[in-house]
Every structure is written in C-alpha cells, then in structure tokens.
C-alpha cells in the first residue's frame, strides 16, 4: 500500500487528481483488475491518503478550482462509497471526486521525484 500512496502524492504534486488515478494506481501497482477488488482497495488507499492527512477530497468549480469536502474522513469514504455502488460501473474521468496533496502531502511527495 505504500508504493499506491506515494505514487498518488507524487502524481497530485503538480495537479488535482481524480478517481481514475486511484484507479489506474490499484492496478497498475496492486495488480488488481476485478472491479469489486478495485473498488475495495481504491476505497482502502483513499482512507489512508485522508487519515494521513496527505491530501485532501473535494469537487472542482469552474471558477474557484478545487473546493475541499468538509466532512469527516468516515463520511467521505462513505459518500464515495455509495456514490460508486451507484453508477455500478468503473467511474469516469471527473465523476464522483477530487484529491488536492495537502501541504504534508507536498513535503512526503517531494520526497520521491
């Protein structure tokens, strides 16, 4: 799981990021492709990401940029969670949330580039 939570800070260094890059994080280094799994292990990283407090979650607004969720960690996972069981697919690009690297999460990635 660390290499997934380095890898996520590393790619939202430069930029927000969405679902599809927790997404593509679970199988490119999890190895994991069966989409129950995907979801598990994505819902898993995200609550380590939030509990850390290396990124924060939240929504995108044309003209403010990203806008934090002021929630719980619990809530969160619970909203995505439902938000997900939903669409009863693999989400697309921009649906369901962001992550914007808090400034912990900037210190911990700039360890690794």
Same mark, same amino acid.
């Given at each position: 799981?660390?290499?997934?939570?380095?890898?996520? %800070?590393?790619?939202?260094?430069?930029?927000?990021? !969405?679902?599809?890059?927790?997404?593509?994080?679970?199988?490119?280094?999890?190895?994991?492709?069966?989409?129950?799994?995907?979801? %598990?292990?994505?819902?898993?990283? $995200? !609550?380590?990401?939030?509990?850390?407090?290396?990124?924060? %979650?939240?929504?995108?607004?044309?003209?403010?940029?990203? %806008?934090?969720? !002021? /929630?719980?960690? !619990?809530?969160? $996972? $619970?909203?995505?969670?439902?938000?997900?069981?939903?669409?009863?697919?693999?989400?697309?690009?921009?649906?369901?949330?962001?992550?914007?690297? /808090?400034?912990?999460?900037?210190?911990?990635?700039?360890?690794?580039?």
């Amino acid at each position: 799981m660390k290499n997934m939570i380095i890898e996520a %800070i590393k790619q939202a260094n430069s930029d927000w990021i !969405e679902i599809c890059e927790l997404i593509w994080i679970v199988k490119s280094i999890g190895k994991i492709h069966n989409l129950d799994e995907i979801k %598990i292990k994505v819902l898993q990283l $995200l !609550e380590l990401l939030l509990q850390q407090g290396l990124m924060d %979650i939240g929504y995108i607004e044309k003209n403010n940029g990203f %806008i934090a969720w !002021e /929630t719980s960690v !619990e809530d969160s $996972l $619970l909203r995505v969670k439902t938000e997900w069981d939903k669409l009863n697919r693999e989400p697309e690009i921009g649906e369901i949330f962001w992550l914007a690297n /808090t400034e912990k999460g900037h210190i911990e990635a700039k360890k690794y580039l």
